[in-house]
């Protein structure tokens, strides 16, 4: 009976409600609240899970720093840089995307979260751009990892300029040429993991985001409600400071 | 419904301060600091980090309760690191606890039978 009761009460409220209000919450500002904070906590398990990548990262960096600064001076400042550029520009047109919305634009929201995978996709680009050099230069970790190959490569008159001024020793090493072979694998296995698991979330989101602009598109959205651009948003700059911190931890572990 | 909507020219601010300090990272590297070199490169990024999250992600505006999630997860991050390292960096003799890494050409001696 009381179902029944419960029942009346809901539909006869409902003409005042916002179509995509649930049943379960009171208002449309308490339902986005709990959507936030429900995407908050899924982003802490995230912070935690790249957090025990950190870990490894910094342990392995004391004990062998100068296998990580050696191995980093091997990663392009330019292509590092250019992509850090990208992926800021990318959270701002994400920003502006969840704006448009916030504001009824149907229009820029679509176009914004278009220009934010289109950045996204230039991330990737870039980063594939950097993986093949490593491909090339023998240095994905393995059975046919190389660490002198890409030093005899610029010796013998390779355009790798940056590798050139690499080589040329900046103070005494405390490491051999043989242990250097073995342990900045050990960087690049963590370089591959850390920016492979990041690429990884850039896929994901730029995923997230053509089922988004196709709602947006679709008129699914207004002032009202917007949640799912704003969850794809926060997930967005989440990918985004995972970089931010990326950048200066692998490419400037010891410049020049 | 009372949602804040920031100007775009906070959000063209912030890209303009995120792209700044990025640039003072990369030359912050080139300046030889010693041991602040690393310690400049996480404060610029704990502060690029900050922006977006403030900003960005619209913290700022949220409610206590998700303030209060952010900052727990940043609580575990804290221990995660902090503990994790304080345990290997203050052990008796760190160098010597290092595992030592062998040349390709290193011979491994049998264990001697009794």
């Given at each position: 009976?009381?179902?029944?009761?419960?029942?009346?009460?809901?539909?006869?409220?409902h003409?005042a409600?916002?179509?995509?209000?649930?049943h379960?919450?009171d208002?449309?500002r308490?339902q986005?609240e709990?959507a936030?904070?429900?995407m908050?906590?899924?982003?802490l398990?995230e912070?935690?899970?790249?957090g025990?990548?950190?870990v490894a990262y910094?342990?392995?960096?004391?004990?062998?720093?100068?296998?990580?600064a050696?191995?980093?001076?091997r990663?392009s400042i330019?292509?590092g840089?250019l992509?850090t550029?990208?992926?800021?520009?990318?959270?701002l047109?994400?920003?502006?995307?969840?704006?448009?919305?916030?504001?009824n634009?149907?229009k820029?929201t679509?176009?914004?979260?278009?220009l934010?995978?289109?950045?996204?996709?230039?991330f990737?680009?870039?980063?594939?751009?950097?993986?093949?050099?490593?491909?090339a230069?023998y240095e994905?970790p393995?059975s046919?990892?190389?660490?002198?190959?890409h030093?005899?490569h610029?010796?013998?008159?390779?355009?790798?300029s940056?590798?050139g001024?690499?080589?040329?020793?900046?103070?005494e090493?405390?490491?051999t040429?043989?242990?250097?072979?073995?342990t900045?694998q050990?960087?690049?296995s963590?370089?591959?993991?850390?920016?492979?698991l990041?690429?990884?979330?850039?896929?994901?989101?730029?995923?997230?985001?053509?089922?988004?602009?196709?709602?947006?598109w679709?008129?699914?959205?207004d002032?009202?409600?917007?949640?799912?651009v704003?969850?794809?948003g926060?997930y967005?700059?989440f990918?985004?400071i995972v970089?931010?911190f990326?950048f200066?931890?692998?490419?400037?572990?010891e410049?020049? | 419904?009372s949602?804040h909507?920031?100007?775009?020219?906070?959000?063209l601010?912030?890209?303009?301060?995120?792209?700044?300090?990025?640039?003072?990272?990369v030359?912050a590297?080139?300046?030889d600091l010693?041991?602040f070199n690393?310690a400049?490169?996480?404060l610029?990024?704990?502060?690029?980090?900050s922006l977006?999250?403030?900003?960005?992600?619209?913290?700022k505006?949220?409610?206590?309760l998700?303030k209060l999630?952010?900052?727990?997860?940043l609580?575990?991050?804290?221990i995660l690191?902090g503990?994790s390292l304080?345990?290997?960096?203050s052990?008796d003799?760190?160098?010597?606890?290092?595992?030592q890494?062998?040349?390709?050409?290193?011979?491994?001696?049998?264990a001697r039978?009794?």
């Amino acid at each position: 009976m009381s179902d029944a009761v419960a029942h009346a009460d809901h539909g006869h409220a409902h003409a005042a409600h916002h179509p995509a209000l649930q049943h379960h919450f009171d208002t449309m500002r308490q339902q986005k609240e709990a959507a936030v904070i429900g995407m908050w906590l899924f982003l802490l398990t995230e912070i935690l899970f790249f957090g025990g990548l950190f870990v490894a990262y910094m342990i392995y960096r004391v004990w062998y720093f100068d296998a990580f600064a050696e191995a980093s001076r091997r990663l392009s400042i330019f292509w590092g840089g250019l992509n850090t550029a990208v992926l800021i520009g990318s959270s701002l047109t994400m920003a502006l995307a969840v704006r448009a919305a916030q504001t009824n634009n149907r229009k820029w929201t679509v176009n914004w979260l278009v220009l934010t995978m289109l950045l996204g996709c230039v991330f990737l680009g870039a980063k594939v751009i950097e993986y093949e050099d490593k491909f090339a230069n023998y240095e994905v970790p393995g059975s046919s990892y190389n660490w002198l190959y890409h030093e005899q490569h610029a010796a013998a008159g390779g355009d790798h300029s940056e590798a050139g001024a690499a080589a040329e020793g900046h103070r005494e090493l405390s490491l051999t040429p043989a242990q250097l072979q073995n342990t900045t694998q050990i960087y690049f296995s963590l370089y591959f993991t850390m920016t492979g698991l990041h690429a990884l979330h850039m896929i994901i989101g730029v995923g997230l985001m053509l089922v988004i602009t196709r709602m947006a598109w679709k008129g699914k959205f207004d002032a009202e409600y917007f949640t799912p651009v704003e969850l794809s948003g926060l997930y967005w700059h989440f990918v985004d400071i995972v970089w931010i911190f990326l950048f200066p931890l692998l490419y400037l572990v010891e410049r020049p | 419904m009372s949602d804040h909507v920031s100007p775009v020219s906070l959000y063209l601010a912030i890209f303009g301060a995120l792209m700044v300090l990025t640039g003072v990272t990369v030359g912050a590297a080139y300046v030889d600091l010693g041991p602040f070199n690393f310690a400049a490169a996480m404060l610029i990024a704990g502060f690029k980090a900050s922006l977006v999250v403030w900003y960005f992600m619209h913290v700022k505006y949220q409610s206590h309760l998700t303030k209060l999630t952010v900052a727990t997860g940043l609580f575990f991050l804290t221990i995660l690191l902090g503990m994790s390292l304080i345990d290997y960096v203050s052990r008796d003799d760190f160098s010597g606890q290092r595992p030592q890494p062998v040349g390709p050409d290193a011979v491994i001696e049998p264990a001697r039978p009794h």
